[in-house]
């Protein structure tokens, strides 16, 4: 049974201990590298450089901003994955562009870094700020306040050697890679560009060809069921012919991956279940609703002390919840409740207010010393003495915390005015700042030093409520799970390959769900599948290879699964025969776009547009405009093959287009001639979009790059859930 932290929004956990309230983070996810020379031991290397150290630093750091930006404690396997994938990619597209400009004579060097960090501080003031570091900013703003994140910005590498403050660090850091990362690449690609020469002979052919045409046009699609019937062959001679001409790009695996089938077993409660569970959640609300003391009864049933905290209706995230704690009088009890037949829950409302929600207050904070702090200026006995002193300076003096802060604050931070949020606060302090007028003073006492709270202003007062929820999953039992695991391993144990795998279940009637091109640091085996890791880490363990059959694994007791290993595809070119299959199915697809382009040729010449559109289940639409020399994009999505059959058309004569994908009929309502443009910049800038891709200038360059680097990626091994 869970406490009431498993169905509230937890926001932000602000500690006051000497310094800025800071959330409190998990570590990553990676094991300790052992420092061997195998390459086996080794987490990463690209161009025979080991880049265990910097990976994990980089993962870290990614892992904070997340934090930071997501409101986030932790993250579930999809979103461990992303950051390990952002972490990776970009650390292979520094690695790759660093070298490539070093050998252009472009270096970045420590002064033309911290400028660029200088500019991009000084971009938070402008109309474009920075995008991570303008988030970055708003989220310290929202947990410290916009003075207090300004400051915490300025002097951020004061932070990088405080425990309490290295995350903030650990995400300035990240921010920074981010944008010098970005810089870099933009740089690079127009270095790119620039080197590229059109001639103007070449220009002027663009010129002349191109033109535009005015066309009634009709797509069909190769897959309409009008087409069922045309099968087309291919010979074992085309296969290999096609498999020559492409070993080296297409059928070059840059990263290694599986293709997984997992049979799945449920884990749900039997009805036998569900009612024992009921019977045992009303039994418990029945000695809960007769106990003498709401204490004695959470202590007796191991929930810990009754929360004393003070909600309002957003901090439940259950709507049923929310509508019973807020409609219930002070005092009443939550009988049991099924939510979603997945938690029965029950409770009470014991405590209600309106209180506001935050206080504005400004501080001086006066350590003392202690184990860990002997540096302190000052004795705990005078710095008590002085905080009360101040504390009278401020009341009887009317004066103002922001007078006295200046002879207090030390180099290393600046105590300006923040926003203290009444949840995630220690509540005896809220109380005491609560109790406090406005221009009043408190003085609260922390683990080694006092903190002079001046309250400035609160919020409007808001209904909250104290209460008490206790939670019973809804789950199956231990008797369920043993007889489902049980048929799990009978059915493990009566196959020995994919295919086996595939027929028993069909037999038996297990889903089963496949897995293509699954990553060794995936996460998932597939959208249907999410939060799998073990599968997939077993999947690509140093003894397992195709065919091979897994034990049965539990899966955060959600399931039961039994694996297989349908394809494995290894770094480097791969075999012909482990993509025959692939390539057969391409070609007939293929083929079968030219089938039925002559068969819509034979049926289009004693029919017209609109009644062949009705046959084949498609529309046509009039006055489309093609460009001769314009892109998929701009061509209403138009394959460049079918274009080049349409602009040889002659006018008014419906002609069959063939691409490689679809099939177009056209009818050419009349072409205009484009002149060709000053200086021919627009046909070089055609020319330049036909080389290097519309809108993928830059990841083209990088992929590029990256193809042709050694990347040794064993990142698998040391990632654990």
């Known amino acids: ?3 009431i932290s498993s169905i509230r929004k937890h926001g932000v956990a602000l500690m006051l201990i000497i310094g800025f309230a800071l959330l409190a983070f998990i570590l990553g996810d990676l094991t300790q590298v052992r420092q061997t020379f195998s390459n086996k031991n080794v987490m990463a290397k690209v161009d025979g450089k080991k880049m265990d150290k910097a990976y994990s630093e980089q993962y870290e750091q990614n892992t904070a901003l997340m934090r930071i930006l997501q409101n986030k404690s932790s993250f579930d396997e999809s979103e461990t994955y992303q950051i390990h994938e952002m972490t990776w990619r970009q650390m292979l597209q520094d690695a790759v562009l660093d070298k490539e400009l070093k ?15 200088a500019d991009m501080l000084a971009s938070l003031s402008s109309n ?4 991570f570091l303008g988030q970055f900013a708003n989220a310290l703003a929202q947990m410290y306040g916009p003075e207090n994140a300004m400051a915490i910005l300025s002097n951020i590498d004061q932070y990088a050697n405080n425990d309490q403050t290295r995350e903030l660090y650990s995400a300035y850091q990240a921010i920074v890679r981010f944008a010098l990362s970005a810089e870099k690449s933009s740089h690079y690609s127009a270095l790119v ?21 005015l066309v009634s046009l009709m797509p069909v699609n190769p897959q309409a069921p009008a087409f069922n019937s045309l099968s087309p062959s291919v010979t074992e001679q085309e296969m290999k012919d096609f498999y020559k001409a492409h070993k080296d790009d297409i059928f070059t695996v840059h990263e290694r991956n599986r293709d997984i089938d997992v049979a799945v077993f449920p884990i749900n409660p039997t009805p036998q279940d569900l009612k024992a569970i009921e019977d045992s959640v009303r039994a418990d609300y029945q000695q809960f609703a007769t106990a003498a003391d709401l204490a004695a009864y959470s202590a007796e049933k191991g929930n810990g002390a009754v929360d004393s905290t003070y909600y309002k209706s957003s901090d439940i995230n259950i709507p049923a919840l929310d509508s019973l704690i807020f409609k219930s009088a002070v005092g009443s009890f939550i009988e049991p409740y099924n939510y979603e037949n997945q938690k029965w829950y029950f409770g009470k409302v014991y405590g209600g207010a309106s209180r506001p929600d935050s206080i504005h207050v400004a501080t001086i904070e006066l350590p003392f010393k202690s184990a860990g702090n002997e540096s302190a200026k000052y004795s705990k006995n005078e710095a008590k003495a002085l905080a009360d002193s101040l504390k009278d300076v401020i009341l009887k003096n009317q004066a103002t915390i922001f007078q006295l802060q200046p002879n207090y604050v030390t180099s290393q931070k600046q105590d300006t005015a923040w926003w203290l949020p009444e949840r995630g606060t220690i509540p005896s302090l809220y109380d005491g700042l609560l109790a406090t007028a406005n221009g009043g003073v408190y003085i609260f006492s922390a683990p080694n030093g006092y903190i002079v709270f001046q309250v400035l202003e609160r919020t409007a007062p808001i209904e909250k409520r104290q209460f008490v929820i206790y939670d019973y999953d809804i789950a199956a039992s231990d008797a369920t799970v043993n007889a489902i695991k049980s048929q799990a391993n009978q059915f493990a144990a009566s196959i020995s390959n994919d295919k086996q795998l595939v027929d028993a279940a069909a037999k038996k009637g297990v889903q089963v769900v496949n897995g293509v091109s699954v990553l060794p640091m995936a996460a998932t085996v597939s959208q249907q599948l999410p939060a799998c890791r073990d599968i997939v880490s077993w999947a690509f363990s ?30 480097g070119q791969q075999k012909y025969k482990d993509v025959k299959n692939n390539i057969e199915a391409q070609l007939k697809a293929e083929k079968k776009v030219d089938l039925v382009a002559e068969q819509v040729k034979k049926a289009l010449s004693s029919s017209n547009l609109e009644t062949l559109a009705q046959q084949y289940n498609t529309q046509v639409t009039d006055s489309v405009m093609l460009s001769f020399a314009g892109d998929l994009y701009q061509n209403r999505g138009v394959e460049g093959r079918a274009i080049a059959t349409i602009f040889n058309a002659q006018p008014n004569k419906p002609v069959v287009a063939a691409g490689k994908n679809m099939v177009y009929v056209a009818n050419v309502l ?3 001639e484009t002149p060709a443009s000053q200086g021919l910049i627009g046909e070089k800038n055609a020319l330049r979009s036909m080389v290097m891709g519309r809108d993928r200038t830059e990841s083209t360059l990088i992929t590029h790059l990256l193809n042709n680097v050694k990347i040794i990626d064993n990142r698998g091994r040391f990632y654990q859930k």
């Open 103 to 117: 050998a252009l004579g472009l270096q970045y060097s420590n002064q033309m870094i911290e400028d660029f960090k």
């Open 193 to 213: 560009q620039n080197t590229m020469y059109f001639s103007d002979p070449l220009a002027k052919k663009i010129a002349k060809e191109n033109r535009t045409a």
């Open 670 to 672: 009349a072409f205009n």
């Open 542 to 571: 140093d003894d397992v290879k195709k065919d091979d059959i897994s034990d049965v694994i539990n899966v955060d007791r959600l399931f039961f699964a039994v694996a297989a290993v349908k394809n494995v595809r290894e770094n």
């Open 128 to 131: 474009q700020p920075n995008q």
């Open 1 to 3: 049974m869970a406490a």
